[in-house]
């Protein structure tokens, strides 16, 4: 039996729906283990463009079962927002493919009313969110103060659990930001608008999971942002509020005993962001805004214009070594196409030394670049299937940056479709 996650190298917005999408062909089931609704999982097939921020992105193969496991920020609001988007497109979306984990905890309206006050009160400090509620839901959760997906089948118990939770709540948003707080009417309104319409789905997915194990079912496990925003590891404060690393897959999916064979870790052939904090490989000016353009890099949650660079060899070596990568998957290297020379973050320079090490995060604001450039290919390559078909000068850049990470490069993407890649 093989089990896999795939995972985010760098700043999340790596490629990593693609990888999925194209992977559950041999997967039996996909688990997404952590984070929200506030990330997007760009995914291209036959039955459209889709960004998904909570659906795990096997969802669109047959016979495939796809777990919102216990460590997903469950949001049924936007989570049913989304099935229904995706199911008005023709994707079958049933109990038997799609099942939400009992032990997730739901991700209630104040929580992204309480974003969205927070980040207006620290103004020009403010960590990036989304306004999608994550920290606040990260925070109760950690507090014990949320409610659990499967108390949606103890209705009267929820209602008496809810109804300490809005005190409890009130008191903050009323007195702490002098805003409207939530009445009990309110909330058992959204109550039956949203939890009970994904209610069917929620079921106990560990025990799902253990039977599936022991049957020699292959489980892929799906992240969300990339190592660097990792709560642990990554830039602090300004990372998500979960733990994105692959060592967390089978904790958040609800199996910890469970062996991960294999790890492939997401790369963007370029850098990207989206949100504060530093980025030491930063572009601007025209230069940034033909990279964006020719990316189209837009955030798929928010639509905010991501950050841009070149790749950053630096990060991502330490993201491969955060993340415990067994091979890597480099992906948009077409969208470099119209680059004479490629340039590279190859190292960065500190208290003026040339580093390889990637710094504390409070040292990050002082880390610059030192930029090399390789020579560019100049020609369309999204129609390349087979690796000897690239130019050699793409050849030669996948073969610098694969010795540099210190990690095999097992696949290459050429464009956004299913079937734009190449297999080393």
């Not at 495939?64 to 216990?70: C, F, K, R, S």
């Amino acid at each position: 039996m093989s089990n896999c996650a795939i995972v985010g190298i760098n700043w999340g917005d790596e490629g990593k729906g693609r990888m999925v999408d194209l992977l559950t062909q041999n997967y039996d089931i996909v688990v997404r283990y952590q984070g929200g609704g506030n990330a997007g999982h760009t995914v291209i097939n036959q039955y459209g463009k889709f960004a998904l921020h909570l659906l795990p992105s096997g969802i669109f193969r047959p016979g495939v079962v796809n777990i919102l496991g216990n460590g997903v920020a469950l949001d049924p609001e936007n989570l049913w927002k989304e099935m229904e988007t995706v199911a008005g497109q023709g994707v079958s979306l049933t109990p038997e493919n799609l099942m939400i984990s009992d032990r997730a905890s739901l991700l209630l309206p104040w929580h992204r009313q309480l974003d969205e006050l927070e980040e207006l009160r620290l103004k020009d400090k403010k960590y990036g969110s989304t306004k999608q509620g994550i920290a606040p839901f990260y925070s109760d959760k950690y507090q014990k103060k949320t409610i659990l997906a499967g108390e949606l089948m103890y209705p009267e118990k929820l209602k008496e659990h809810l109804k300490d939770l809005l005190e409890w709540k009130n008191l903050t948003i009323t007195r702490v930001y002098g805003a409207d707080g939530w009445t009990m009417e309110q909330l058992m309104d959204w109550v039956d608008n949203y939890c009970e319409k994904i209610k069917p789905f929620v079921r106990d997915t560990g025990s799902f999971l253990r039977k599936a194990q022991k049957a020699g079912k292959q489980i892929l496990f799906e992240a969300q942002l990339g190592a660097l925003r990792d709560l642990d590891l990554g830039i602090y404060p300004y990372t998500t509020s979960s733990n994105t690393i692959a060592a967390y897959a089978p904790v958040g999916a609800g199996i910890p005993g469970v062996k991960i064979d294999e790890v492939v870790g997401v790369v963007k052939a370029y850098s990207t962001c989206v949100g504060e904090g530093p980025f030491t490989c930063e572009w601007f000016g025209p230069e940034a805004e033909a990279l964006r353009e020719a990316g189209g890099e837009y955030g798929a949650k928010t639509g905010r214009p991501r950050r841009v660079g070149p790749i950053d060899l630096v990060a991502t070596r330490y993201g491969v070594e955060a993340q415990g990568a067994t091979c890597v998957a480099l992906t948009k290297l077409d969208v470099l196409s119209y680059m004479k020379q490629i340039p590279i973050c190859a190292h960065y320079l500190l208290n003026g030394e040339q580093t390889d090490e990637f710094p504390f995060p409070l040292a990050l604001n002082d880390a610059r670049p030192v930029v090399e450039y390789m020579e560019g290919w100049g020609t369309d390559i999204s129609g390349v299937r087979r690796w000897e078909d690239l130019p050699r000068q793409a050849r030669d850049y996948v073969e610098y940056v694969e010795k540099a990470i210190g990690c095999p490069i097992r696949y290459v993407s050429v464009g956004p479709e299913r079937d734009s890649m190449i297999v080393r």
